[in-house]
Nanobody, 122 residues
Framework: QVQLVESGGGLVQAGGSLRLSCSASGRTFERYAMAWFRQAPGKEREFVAAISGSGANTYYADSVKGRFTISRDNAKNTVYVQMNSLKPEDTAVYYC???????????????WGQGTQVTVSS
């Protein structure tokens, strides 16, 4: 069973930046796609970004395209999301997830982290 642990969340002013990290246990990390999702209070969980096992392919939600960058370091079993030009509407709990394919469908991801809070003040 893969365990995912997110870190890097916090409070930032609008226009600021944060980098979230997600570390995974296990020795086959590079075989799996990774993704970030987020859930704001009172809203459903939504897709943010995904990356293939090799890192060659990435996929973003329209709401974050051009502001967020997903990347991974397979030697460290870690996936990142660099978040720039943050907006108050980016406030949410951010979750990383591991699955077999690059997709925005949360149901395709079988392993999830516990989440990290990102709060963007106006």
């Amino acid at each position: 069973q893969v365990q995912l642990v997110e870190s890097g969340g916090g409070l930032v002013q609008a226009g600021g930046s944060l980098r979230l990290s997600c570390s995974a246990s296990g020795r086959t990390f590079e075989r799996y796609a990774m993704a970030w999702f987020r859930q704001a209070p009172g809203k459903e969980r939504e897709f943010v970004a995904a990356i293939s096992g090799s890192g060659a392919n990435t996929y973003y939600a329209d709401s974050v395209k051009g502001r967020f960058t997903i990347s991974r370091d397979n030697a460290k079993n870690t996936v990142y999301v660099q978040m720039n030009s943050l907006k108050p509407e980016d406030t949410a709990v951010y979750y990383c997830a591991l699955g077999p394919v690059v997709t925005k469908d949360a149901g395709a991801f079988g392993s999830w982290g516990q989440g990290t809070q990102v709060t963007v003040s106006s």
